[in-house]
Each structure stands twice: as structure tokens, then as C-alpha cells.
């Protein structure tokens, strides 16, 4: 008799990611962020065994508009990105980029910065509606951000019989939330450059979304 259908879904931290690949990027003097998620997260199945099937993964991050007055195309690169990743299965959940005034002591002055809005929040209500809808049985949180362990240990406890594990992106390892968790795994460098999509990466209808040539 065969064993049962392990069900694992990937919870992406968009931006936890995104400056891990930087860091990978400057140190392997090689292009990383055209990132095929869908072999990467694939490629670590095995982790959970012979039965283990990706159920589904989430790629969850904000279109940095405000950044196209001093980088042009900004944003438009990272929405033909997120294109590429629904195109292949990827579920995108987009968050917002909201003012905020910070005061500086030496100029004096009030500064305005943007700060990333409900994108820790967006992974912890996804990650407690897939258990109460029972569409997992190993959820997967690529991240090193500590902001998401509240929602980790509600989910233990209302859960126990579902595991959730850290895939810590490459530089983003965390010892809180290892301690946490039954199991963990880092992310390695050499994993980002192979894992890449294709360039071009051609979508169902036929058209084409060309790598930036600066990725």
C-alpha cells in the first residue's frame, strides 16, 4: 500500500528574498535575480520526502513605484517579473509602499521615506487560512524575518499536527526562528544562479519578457 500524498506550499517573502539575491549577486559577481521560484522551490521537495507534491507556492511582495523618478523602469521590471512567475504557477500577493516622515537629528529636518506595508501580515493570515482550509500539510516560509513568528507559534498551537518550516534565504538565517521549528534549511548561493528562467521567458500567448540587461 502506497503512503499517503505529503501536500507542501511555499510562502515567498518577496523582500527578504530580494536582498539575499543582492548579497549573493555582489559575492558570485553574477546575475541572480531573474529567479525561476518555481525550480528552486521544487528542487527541495526531497527534503520532505518521496511522497512530498508542491501543492502550491505564494510570492508575496509591493511594486516600489516611488523609486521610477530616480530609477526609470523600476518597477515596470519587477511587474514583468511577477508576469513571469504567475505564468508559471506562482501565486502573487501585492503589497503597498506607504510615506513615512522620520526626523533627523542632524539636519533637523523631517525626512520622507517609504516603508513596505502588509506583506507580514498578508503571509500570516495566508499561512493561517491554507491550515484552517486544510490545503497543506507542510508549509514552507522562505524568509529570515522574525516579524513572522507570532503567527508561527498561533499556528502551532492551533495546528499541531501540521509542520511549518523556515527555507532561509542565502545570508538570511535566523536562530529564533530556527528554535521554533522541527526543521530548517538554508538556501545557498550557487542555488540562485541555477535556478534562473529562461530570457526570454516566453508566456502562453506567445509573447516574450527579455531579462533587464542590468539583472
Same mark, same amino acid.
Not at 2 to 13: G, H
Not at 32 to 46: A, E, F, G, I
Not at 80 to 92: A, D, F, K, N, R
Not at 125 to 148: F, H, M, P, Q, S
Given at each position: 500500500?502506497? @503512503?499517503?500524498? #505529503?501536500? #507542501?506550499?511555499?510562502?515567498?517573502?518577496?523582500?527578504?528574498?530580494?536582498? @539575499?539575491? &543582492?548579497?549573493?549577486?555582489?559575492?558570485?559577481?553574477?546575475?541572480?535575480?531573474?529567479?525561476?521560484? +518555481?525550480?528552486?522551490? !521544487?528542487?527541495? *521537495?526531497?527534503?520532505?520526502?518521496? !511522497?512530498? &507534491?508542491?501543492?502550491?507556492?505564494?510570492?508575496? @511582495?509591493?511594486?516600489?513605484? =516611488?523609486?521610477?523618478?530616480? &530609477?526609470?523602469?523600476?518597477?515596470?521590471?519587477?511587474?514583468?517579473?511577477?508576469?513571469?512567475?504567475?505564468?508559471?504557477?506562482?501565486?502573487?500577493? *501585492?503589497? +503597498?509602499?506607504?510615506?513615512?516622515?522620520?526626523?533627523?537629528? !542632524?539636519?533637523?529636518? +523631517?525626512?520622507?521615506? =517609504?516603508?513596505?506595508?502588509?506583506?507580514?501580515?498578508?503571509?500570516? #493570515?495566508?499561512?493561517?487560512?491554507?491550515?484552517?482550509?486544510?490545503?497543506?500539510?507542510?508549509? #514552507?516560509?522562505?524568509?529570515?524575518? !522574525?516579524?513572522?513568528?507570532?503567527?508561527?507559534?498561533?499556528?502551532?498551537?492551533?495546528?499541531?499536527?501540521?509542520?511549518?518550516?523556515?527555507?532561509?534565504?542565502?545570508?538570511?538565517?535566523?536562530?529564533?526562528?530556527?528554535?521554533?521549528?522541527?526543521?530548517?534549511?538554508?538556501?545557498?548561493?550557487?542555488?540562485?544562479?541555477?535556478?534562473?528562467?529562461?530570457?526570454?521567458?516566453?508566456?502562453?500567448?506567445? &509573447?516574450?519578457?527579455?531579462?533587464?540587461?542590468?539583472?
Amino acid at each position: 500500500m502506497s @503512503s499517503a500524498i #505529503v501536500r #507542501v506550499t511555499f510562502l515567498v517573502d518577496g523582500f527578504n528574498l530580494y536582498h @539575499s539575491l &543582492r548579497q549573493a549577486e555582489s559575492e558570485l559577481g553574477a546575475s541572480t535575480k531573474w529567479l525561476d521560484l +518555481r525550480s528552486l522551490c !521544487t528542487s527541495y *521537495l526531497y527534503t520532505f520526502g518521496k !511522497t512530498a &507534491r508542491l501543492e502550491r507556492i505564494y510570492y508575496f @511582495s509591493a511594486l516600489a513605484t =516611488y523609486r521610477d523618478s530616480s &530609477r526609470p523602469g523600476s518597477s515596470a521590471r519587477h511587474s514583468s517579473y511577477v508576469e513571469c512567475l504567475q505564468s508559471s504557477g506562482i501565486i502573487p500577493e *501585492l503589497g +503597498r509602499f506607504k510615506v513615512k516622515y522620520v526626523y533627523c537629528r !542632524t539636519c533637523q529636518q +523631517r525626512n520622507q521615506h =517609504y516603508e513596505e506595508k502588509e506583506t507580514d501580515v498578508a503571509i500570516s #493570515v495566508r499561512l493561517i487560512e491554507l491550515l484552517l482550509k486544510d490545503e497543506a500539510d507542510i508549509l #514552507v516560509l522562505v524568509t529570515g524575518d !522574525t516579524d513572522l513568528a507570532p503567527a508561527v507559534r498561533t499556528a502551532q498551537r492551533l495546528y499541531p499536527t501540521k509542520e511549518i518550516c523556515f527555507a532561509f534565504p542565502y545570508k538570511r538565517q535566523n536562530s529564533e526562528l530556527e528554535k521554533m521549528v522541527r526543521r530548517h534549511f538554508k538556501i545557498h548561493k550557487r542555488e540562485y544562479r541555477k535556478h534562473q528562467l529562461p530570457d526570454p521567458f516566453v508566456l502562453p500567448g506567445g &509573447r516574450k519578457i527579455r531579462k533587464p540587461s542590468h539583472w
